[in-house]
């Protein structure tokens, strides 16, 4: 049975329609990684977008995308891929905005291909590279959060919020 598309739009909880982050990913597979930055995301209440793109088998909607990314109110974009992982790249490549990549688990070599592809610029364009898989799209979107918290003081105060419940977390931990 064939898969369905991801195209994902969230709006802020102010019900603002205008997107600030977009994740994008090379395949519909990486979406079981790639929800836990569109958790992230919705849990700051940040207006965002998921959609599929493909740097290999997409490449004209690619450079579209990162392209026209900062002309349609996009701040920071966040693109995963496996394997020969150039979409983060490709999305660097065609916008200043800030692109964090995040290397998707690979069957072949367990995301370390995809670690060495994303994290690997030439110096010139840079893509803040995160960690292998979950952790990494975790990491992604506070990243995100954190870029944008920067002129939004109300974010800056989440994302103390969210630091000071972690901490809380680990100091209530108890070993049975
Ligand atoms: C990459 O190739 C994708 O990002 C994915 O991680 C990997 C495998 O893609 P599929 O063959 O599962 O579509 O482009």
Not at 23 to 41: E, N, P
Not at 104 to 131: F, K, W
């Amino acid at each position: 049975m064939a898969k369905k598309q991801v195209t994902k739009n969230k709006s802020g909880k102010d019900g603002n329609k205008s997107m600030l982050v977009a994740v994008v990913m090379g395949s519909q597979s990486d979406w079981d990684t790639m929800r836990y930055a569109d958790d992230t995301l919705t849990q700051f209440g940040i207006a965002h977008e998921c959609r599929v793109i493909s740097a290999h088998r997409s490449p004209a909607l690619a450079a579209e995308f990162g392209s026209s990314a900062e002309s349609r109110g996009l701040e920071v974009l966040i693109a995963a891929a496996g394997g020969a992982a150039h979409l983060a790249g490709v999305m660097a490549a065609h916008t200043t905005l800030p692109v964090l990549g995040v290397p998707m688990r690979s069957e072949a070599l367990n995301g370390l291909d995809s670690l060495l592809a994303t994290v690997q610029m030439p110096g010139g364009i840079p893509v803040g590279t995160l960690a292998i898989g979950k952790p990494g799209a975790v990491n992604a979107a506070l990243f995100a959060v954190s870029i944008l918290a920067n002129s939004r003081p109300e974010l800056r105060k989440k994302l103390h919020e969210f630091r000071d419940a972690q901490e809380k977390k680990i100091r209530e931990t108890t070993l049975s």
